[in-house]
C-alpha cells in the first residue's frame, strides 16, 4: 500500500526560539538590568558624601580655617574667585575628610549648590566681630543653605549643619561667659531674628512669579519651624544645627601635628573635635 | 614706589606679599586692601577695564598665570606714573614660576582634590607644607628684580630729563620718590644695601639737578646743536633705544663743555652712566651695578639661611638678567614659561594647552554669537576679552574641545554677571523699613520707590503691575503723579489707579483705600511734588509710594538735573531704571548716563552719592530669546534686575531667573 510515509521532521534549532519566546527573554534581561541600575544607584545615594563645606560670607575667614587645617598653618589670604577643595586628616582615627572651600562672594556662592550632593556636612562660617552690621547679608546667604538642605531628595542623610561663630578671639570675654560662648549667643540671637523677618515675610507675601499663577514655585523656603512657627534653630525642621566657636591668628605657624596633641592647641580645637565627631 | 605687591592663589591663599609703606601694610590684612577690592570688584564681576582697576588712590594692575591659578598684583599710589609695573608684572610672572614651579604645581593640585579615595596615597608625602621654607629666596631675587627695574626707569628718566627742555619739569618729583620711599619701606629697611642705594640715589639726585642747572645756563644754540647730534648716534646703534638716548647723551656733553664749566660738570655725570651700558649687555649690566657693592654682603647671608638661597644667588643675577632682557625685547615669555616639561605632560595625558591662537577665533564667534542675541557690543567685546583671559594657558582634558571649554567659561561669567550681589527681596527690605522702629518725636516714613528711564520705555505701566503687586501683598500704596510734562501722564495713572482700586484683594471685592494718587498737575516742579507726595503718605499711614517721573533722554542734561534734584531731595529708598529689552547698544550709554548723572548731581548738591539701585526690563514678551539686554544692563550698572515686565496686564510681571536667561544666551 502506498501508504503515507511519514517523512521524518527536521526541526531547526531557531524553532526552540520563538518570537514569543525571545519577547520574553528580552523583558527578562531588561528587568534584571533595570533591577541591578536601581540597586547599584541606591546603594551609591545611600552612601554618604566625603565632603565637608565651608560656606559663609565674605571675609568671615573660610580660607583661612581651610588653610589652618589642611596646612597646618594659617597663610594671610585675600577674597577667593574660586573655589578651593583640600584633604584633611583627622589626628584621630586618621579619617580623610575632603574640606571645600566656596567662595563667598554673592555673585558666586551658589557654587556649593553643586557639591552639596557630595557633602557630608556643612560648616556655616559668620564673622562674629561684624555679625551686628551685617546680620542680613548673613542671613540671606544662610537662608539659601538651609533651603537647598530641605530640599535635597529624601532618599539620602541630610548633611549635618553647624554654624562656626569666627574670630572669636575679637570680641572680650566677661566674667560670666568666654569669648567663644558670648560669640555663638550674639550670632544665635541675630541670626534667629533675622530669619525670623524673612520667614515672615515669605509668609504672607504674594510673590511675582505667583501673580501669573504659573510656575509658583519659586518661593524660597527652608525655614519651616516645629512648635509656635517663629524662627529657632532648636526648632527648625531640616535637623539639629550646631554652633562652634573658633579663632586663628594670621602669620603664627600653629604647629599642630597628627602625633602631638595640644588641648588648647589652637582655635579651632571645637570645629576639630565637631569634624571628629562626624559619623 | 610700589605700594604693596602680592602673589597669591585664585582662591585666596596669598603665597607672598609684600608692603612697602605703612598705610599699605596697615590695610593689606583688612577687607579694604587694594588686593581684596581688585578681585571683589574688577576680577569676580568681571568688569575689569584694560586691566587697570583704581581704588582710593591706589592703581592696582594684575596678570594671571593660569595653569597655576596664580595672580599677580602690584598697587602704586594713582598719581604716580610707573612706567616699569608692566614690565615688573611679567617678570615676577617668569621667574616666580620658573624658580617655585614643582612646589607650585603640588600645591595647586592639593587644593583641586576631588576625591578623598582617589587622593588618600598622594597625601601623605605631601603632609607636612613649610611655605615660609619654600619661598625664602624669593625675598631676595624680588629686591635684586625691583631694584633693577626701579633704576632702569630712573636713568631713563635721566636721560629723558636731559633733553629737551620741557621734560625737567617733572625729574625732581621721581628723584625725590627714590630717596624718601626706601625710608618709608619696612623691616629691611635698614640692610646696608638699603642704604648704599639710599646714598646711591642721593647722588643721582645732586648730579641731575646740577645738569638740570648747567643746562638753564647753557645758551639756546647748544641745545639745537645736541638735538642734530641724535639722529646719527641712532644709525649707529639700532638695536637698543636706550642705549642710543645714553650715547646721543655723550655727544652731546661732548660738544657742551668749551661753553661754560657747568656743562662740564654735567658732562662727567653723563659718561659716568653711558660707559656701563657700552662695556656690555646693557640690561644684564644694570642689575649687577646695582648690587655690585653688596654682592659678598649678600651671599654671606643668604648661606647661612639655606642651600637653596644659596644656590639661587648664583643664578638669580643671570635669570633676572634674562628675564629683564626677555620683557624689554618682547612681551610673550609668559607662554614659553612651561618649557619641555609642560609640552611632554600634555603629551602624555591627552590634555592641551590653550594658547591665544586656539582661542581666537573661538572667542570672535563667541562674540558674534552674543551680538546676534542682542548683547552691546561693547559688552560682548570685554566679555569675551574676559573669558579669554581667563581660559589662555588652561589645560583642557583630552575630550574637550576648545569651543566646550569657551562655551563653558562662557556660561560661567555670564551667570556670575547675572547674579545679584544684593538682595533683590523687595518685600522684605519694604517690611524691614517699616518694621524699624523709628525715634518717637518723628513719624515713619513710606517707603519710596522712583522710576526713572528714557521716554516710551514702559515707566508707568510698570509702575502700575508693581503697584498691584504690592497691593496684593497688602500695602498701602500711594502713586505720585510726577511725570508733569507728558499730556496725559497722570490722567493715565489715575486710569489705573481706579482700575487698581475695583481689582479684589483677599476675598475683599475692592481695595479701595489701599491705593490712592497724588497729583498736582502739569508744569510744576516735580521734585516739590514728589516731596508733598512722601509727606502726605506719612501722614495718611501709606506704605509705599512709587514715583512716576518723566521719560528723558540720557543726554539731555537740564532734564537729567531735575531727576537729580528729585532724588536728591527726596532720598527715595530704591531708584529703579527702566529698560526695554529692545535696547541694543544703546543700553550701554542710556544706563552709564543716568547712573552717572545720578551719582554727580546728587553728589555735588551735598548729599551722599547715590546711583541706580536695581532695573526692571520691560517687554521682555517682544525679544523671544534675544535677551542680551539683561547682560549689557547688569554688567553696566553692576545692579540686579529686580523685575521684568512681559505683558500688557497687571499680572505680567516677573522675577528673572538667571538660568533660563544664560541658557537662552548661549542657545543657537
Known amino acids: 500500500m502506498d501508504g503515507v510515509t511519514p517523512t521524518p521532521e527536521v526541526l531547526s534549532p531557531s524553532t526552540a526560539f520563538t518570537p514569543q519566546f525571545q519577547i520574553v527573554a528580552a523583558l527578562v534581561f531588561a528587568v534584571v538590568l533595570v533591577i541591578i541600575s536601581v540597586f547599584l544607584a541606591k546603594r551609591k545615594s545611600t552612601q554618604r558624601g566625603d565632603a565637608v563645606i565651608l560656606a559663609g560670607c565674605s571675609d568671615a575667614g573660610k580660607t583661612a580655617i581651610l588653610s589652618t587645617l589642611v596646612y597646618k598653618q594659617t597663610l594671610p589670604t585675600h577674597t577667593s574667585m574660586q573655589t578651593n577643595a583640600a584633604l584633611m586628616v583627622l589626628p584621630q582615627g586618621h579619617k580623610t575628610l575632603r574640606l571645600i572651600d566656596v567662595p563667598g562672594h554673592p555673585r558666586i556662592r551658589d557654587q556649593f549648590q553643586e557639591y552639596l550632593p557630595h557633602a557630608k556636612a556643612v560648616a556655616f562660617v559668620v564673622d562674629s566681630s561684624t555679625i551686628s552690621r551685617n546680620g542680613a547679608a548673613v542671613a540671606e546667604h544662610l537662608h539659601m543653605i538651609l533651603n537647598a538642605l530641605t530640599s535635597l531628595p529624601p532618599s539620602r542623610g541630610t548633611p549635618s549643619l553647624t554654624i562656626v561663630a569666627h574670630k572669636c578671639d575679637l570680641m572680650k570675654s566677661t566674667a560670666h561667659a568666654s569669648a567663644e560662648q558670648l560669640a555663638i549667643n550674639r550670632i544665635r540671637t541675630i541670626l534667629e531674628r533675622e530669619l525670623e523677618k524673612r520667614r515672615a515675610s515669605h509668609a504672607n507675601g504674594v510673590g511675582v512669579e505667583s501673580l501669573g499663577a504659573e510656575d509658583a514655585d519659586s518661593q524660597v523656603g527652608g525655614l519651616e519651624c516645629t512648635g509656635s512657627g517663629e524662627f529657632k534653630f532648636a526648632e527648625w525642621e531640616g535637623g539639629e544645627v550646631g554652633f562652634v566657636g573658633t579663632s586663628v591668628s594670621v602669620g603664627k605657624e600653629a604647629v599642630v601635628s597628627a602625633d602631638e596633641k595640644h588641648p588648647q592647641g589652637d582655635g579651632l580645637s571645637p570645629l576639630r573635635e565637631w569634624l571628629e565627631d562626624l559619623p | ?668
Open chain 2, 1 to 668: 614706589m610700589l605700594d604693596h605687591c602680592s602673589i597669591s592663589h585664585k582662591g585666596g591663599v596669598v603665597l607672598w606679599s609684600r608692603s612697602f609703606t605703612p598705610a599699605a601694610s596697615h590695610t593689606a590684612a583688612s577687607s579694604t586692601s587694594p588686593v581684596n577690592s581688585l578681585v571683589r570688584e574688577a576680577l569676580i564681576e568681571g568688569r575689569s577695564s584694560d586691566g587697570k582697576y583704581e581704588k582710593d588712590g591706589y592703581a592696582v594692575k594684575w596678570t594671571f598665570v593660569n595653569d597655576l591659578e596664580l595672580i599677580f598684583v602690584v598697587a602704586y599710589q594713582r598719581i604716580l606714573q610707573l612706567t616699569y609695573v608692566d614690565e615688573l608684572l611679567l617678570a615676577l610672572k617668569t621667574l616666580f614660576i620658573k624658580l617655585f614651579q614643582p612646589f607650585l604645581a603640588t600645591f595647586v593640585a592639593s587644593l583641586h582634590v576631588t576625591s578623598s579615595a582617589k587622593l588618600a596615597s598622594s597625601a601623605a608625602p605631601s603632609a607636612s607644607w613649610n611655605f615660609r621654607k619654600a619661598f625664602e629666596g624669593w625675598d631676595g631675587v624680588f629686591d635684586k628684580l625691583l631694584r633693577g627695574l626701579e633704576d632702569k626707569a630712573a636713568q631713563e628718566r635721566r636721560t629723558r630729563v636731559a633733553h629737551p627742555a620741557r621734560a625737567t619739569i617733572d625729574v625732581t618729583p621721581p628723584a625725590e620718590d627714590t630717596s624718601t620711599i626706601p625710608s618709608h619701606s619696612n623691616a629691611d629697611v635698614q640692610d646696608e644695601e638699603q642704604i648704599a642705594r639710599n646714598v646711591q640715589a642721593l647722588k643721582n639726585r645732586l648730579r641731575g639737578r646740577g645738569g638740570h642747572a648747567g643746562r638753564r645756563g647753557r645758551g639756546r644754540t647748544d641745545v639745537g646743536s645736541g638735538r642734530d647730534s641724535l639722529p646719527g648716534s641712532d644709525s649707529e646703534t639700532p638695536t637698543s633705544k636706550r642705549k642710543s638716548r645714553a650715547k646721543a647723551q655723550r655727544k652731546w656733553g661732548e660738544s657742551a663743555p668749551t661753553e661754560n664749566d657747568m656743562a662740564l660738570l654735567d658732562y662727567s655725570y653723563d659718561s659716568s652712566v653711558s660707559e656701563d651700558p657700552a662695556s656690555s649687555l646693557d640690561l644684564s649690566t644694570l642689575v649687577d651695578n646695582g648690587s655690585l657693592g653688596t654682592r659678598t654682603r649678600d651671599g654671606l647671608y643668604e648661606v647661612k639661611d639655606w642651600e637653596f638661597a644659596s644656590q639661587g644667588d648664583k643664578n638669580t643675577d643671570d635669570v633676572i638678567a634674562e628675564v629683564l632682557k626677555k620683557g624689554g625685547q618682547e612681551a610673550k615669555p609668559a607662554a614659553s614659561s612651561l618649557g619641555a616639561l609642560g609640552s611632554i605632560f600634555s603629551r602624555l595625558t591627552g590634555s592641551k594647552v590653550l594658547t591665544e591662537e586656539d582661542l581666537k577665533p573661538v572667542l570672535e564667534a563667541m562674540k558674534q554669537h552674543l551680538m546676534k542675541k542682542n548683547v552691546a557690543k561693547e559688552i560682548a567685546d570685554k566679555v569675551c576679552e574676559d573669558v579669554g583671559e581667563s581660559l589662555v594657558g588652561k589645560k583642557v582634558g583630552g575630550f574637550q574641545s576648545t569651543t566646550s571649554a569657551v562655551r563653558q567659561a562662557l556660561a560661567n561669567s555670564i551667570t556670575r554677571i547675572l547674579t545679584p550681589k544684593t538682595s533683590t527681596d523687595l518685600l522684605l527690605s519694604i517690611r524691614t523699613k517699616l518694621s524699624t522702629p523709628v525715634a518717637a518725636s518723628q513719624q515713619k516714613l513710606p517707603y519710596s520707590i522712583t522710576f526713572v528711564g528714557v521716554n516710551g520705555v514702559g515707566k508707568s505701566t510698570n509702575l502700575s503691575k508693581v503697584c498691584f503687586w504690592l497691593i496684593q501683598n497688602g500695602f498701602r500704596v500711594l502713586i505720585a503723579a510726577c511725570d508733569t510734562f507728558r499730556s496725559g501722564a497722570v490722567e493715565q495713572l489715575r486710569v489705573h489707579v481706579r482700575n487698581l482700586g475695583m481689582l479684589g484683594v483677599d476675598g475683599a471685592t475692592n481695595s479701595k483705600g489701599r491705593v490712592e494718587l497724588y497729583e498736582r498737575g502739569y508744569g510744576k516742579d516735580a521734585a516739590g511734588i514728589a516731596k508733598e507726595a512722601i509727606a502726605y503718605a506719612r501722614d495718611n499711614d501709606f506704605d509705599v509710594v512709587l514715583i512716576d517721573t518723566a521719560g528723558r533722554m540720557q543726554d539731555n542734561e537740564p532734564l537729567m538735573r531735575a531727576l537729580a534734584k528729585l532724588v536728591a531731595t527726596n532720598n527715595p529708598d530704591k531708584i529703579i531704571f527702566v529698560g526695554e529689552a529692545l535696547v541694543g547698544n544703546e543700553a550701554v550709554d542710556q544706563l552709564t548716563k543716568f547712573d552717572r548723572a545720578l551719582r554727580d548731581f546728587s553728589a555735588a548738591s551735598g548729599g551722599q552719592e547715590r546711583g541706580i539701585d536695581g532695573m526692571l526690563v520691560t517687554k521682555w514678551d517682544t525679544v523671544d530669546d534675544k535677551v542680551g539686554a539683561a547682560l549689557s544692563m547688569t554688567y553696566v550698572t553692576g545692579q540686579p534686575i529686580i523685575f521684568v515686565g512681559c505683558g500688557q496686564t497687571y499680572t505680567d510681571l516677573r522675577q528673572l531667573r538667571v538660568a533660563n536667561v544664560v541658557q537662552a544666551i548661549l542657545s543657537d
